[in-house]
């Protein structure tokens, strides 16, 4: 039976009860490992994080569970954990090979690119394939710097998760996106105004044909505001 853990026991907090010695090992496990990472993942060619793949999504999270338990579990060979390392690195690449020649497996292991907005509307039905919320569009289309969904001509969500971003040469009324709803929340359909659109997905029609219970014909929503331009300096306009 093991001894009983004594709470608050700094000893074992901080030293633990390997030889002072290990240290030196836990160094020496470390320098290997992480030099012998770094071949491999040279060899397969680095990305920035902003263009991570699915595939690469993996690598990345497998790698740290094989190279964190090998530099410091004493029970863990290092040529057991370089075999690991060099499987999963191993299969990166030909998975990395297998999309470069084939179309089909691109969209199959890293999905395909979705048109999310067209013409100063979001497009639900696009955004359901990929499980995500206007909101969450919107979010991505102010860090595009974006201010109203008229200036939209068209954006696509990227299969690696970016997002591309068409603008009108012309901007047209729209929703607006600054300042966000959750900040400063639109104001009510009035009955005025050239045009009205939906809060949800940007879908302009004329005020005359809505009330506050009419349903939109795009989303499915039932939540209205006047459509606004975007103002002459907001952001991507220049």
């Known amino acids: 039976?093991?001894?009983?853990?004594?709470?608050?026991?700094?000893?074992?907090?901080?030293?633990?009860?390997?030889?002072?010695?290990?240290?030196?090992?836990?160094?020496?496990?470390?320098?290997?490992?992480?030099?012998?990472?770094?071949?491999?993942i040279r060899w397969i060619g680095g990305r920035s994080v902003a263009?991570?793949?699915?595939?690469?999504?993996?690598?990345?999270?497998?790698l740290g569970s094989a190279v964190g338990d090998a530099t410091f579990y004493a029970d863990?060979?290092?040529?057991?954990?370089?075999?690991v390392i060099t499987l999963i690195v191993g299969l990166n690449k030909?998975?990395?090979?297998?999309?470069?020649?084939s179309d089909r497996a691109k969209r199959i292991i890293d999905g395909r690119t979705i048109e999310v907005a067209?013409?100063?509307r979001i497009l639900c039905d696009g955004l359901r394939r990929r499980d995500l919320s206007p909101l969450e569009i919107k979010s991505m289309l102010r860090v595009a710097g974006v201010a109203n969904l008229g200036q939209v001509e068209s954006?696509?969500?990227?299969?690696?998760?970016?997002?591309?971003?068409?603008?009108r040469a012309a901007p047209v009324?729209?929703?607006p996106l600054v300042p966000p709803m959750d900040v400063t929340p639109l104001p009510p359909l009035d009955g005025g105004g050239d045009a009205a659109c939906c809060s949800n997905c940007g879908a302009v029609q004329d005020?005359?044909?809505?009330?506050?219970?009419?349903?939109?014909?795009?989303?499915?929503?039932?939540?209205?505001?006047?459509?606004?331009?975007?103002?002459?300096?907001?952001?991507g306009q220049h």
Not at 7 to 33: K, S, W
Not at 76 to 83: H, N
């Open 155 to 167: 954006a696509y969500l990227e299969a690696g998760g970016g997002l591309s971003v068409f603008r």
């Open 76 to 83: 863990v060979p290092l040529l057991q954990a370089m075999l």
């Open 118 to 120: 067209r013409n100063g």
């Open 207 to 235: 005020p005359a044909q809505v009330r506050a219970d009419t349903v939109c014909d795009q989303c499915g929503r039932c939540q209205w505001t006047p459509a606004r331009l975007a103002p002459p300096d907001a952001p």
């Open 1 to 40: 039976m093991d001894d009983p853990v004594t709470p608050f026991d700094l000893g074992r907090m901080f030293f633990g009860d390997h030889p002072p010695l290990f240290y030196a090992e836990i160094a020496f496990r470390t320098v290997v490992i992480y030099a012998y990472t770094l071949a491999l």
């Open 94 to 101: 030909l998975l990395d090979t297998l999309i470069e020649r």
């Open 173 to 175: 009324q729209g929703l």
């Open 51 to 62: 263009q991570l793949s699915m595939v690469d999504l993996l690598l990345v999270i497998a």
